[in-house]
């Protein structure tokens, strides 16, 4: 079993950049397909960014492509999300994952282990 703990959320103007990071501990993340959600206010859970286990393979939300880059470290045990040109729309929980499946998933049901979250908020 593995335990994900998301940090890097914050407050950051339109246009600007953060990096999400989430530490894994009790496995590698090498066993897992790695992907990270996000959840506005009254809305559903949406799937963001993948990485397949074994690193080679990525996939994008639309709304993500051209912006956001998912990576790996598997020394650091940690998987990242970095997010770029960011606008008051991305605003949400983020959340990371971890499908011990082989493949890429965009359904947050695949999903069987979970961060607890965090917050980003991008201010017009």
């Known amino acids: 079993q593995v335990q994900l703990v998301e940090s890097g959320g914050g407050l950051v103007q339109a246009g600007g950049s953060l990096r999400l990071s989430c530490a894994a501990s009790g496995r590698t993340i090498s066993s897992y397909a790695m992907a990270w959600f996000r959840q506005a206010p009254g809305k559903e859970r949406e799937f963001v960014a993948a990485?397949?286990?074994?690193?080679?393979?990525?996939h994008y939300a639309d709304s993500a492509k051209g912006r956001f880059t998912i990576s790996r470290d598997n020394a650091k045990n940690t998987v990242y999300l970095q997010m770029n040109s960011l606008n008051p729309e991305d605003t949400a929980v983020y959340y990371c994952a971890a499908d011990a499946t082989l493949g890429i998933a965009t359904m947050a049901e695949a999903y069987d282990y979970w961060g607890q979250g965090t917050q980003v908020t991008v201010s017009s």
């Open positions: 990485l397949s286990r074994s690193g080679l393979r990525t």
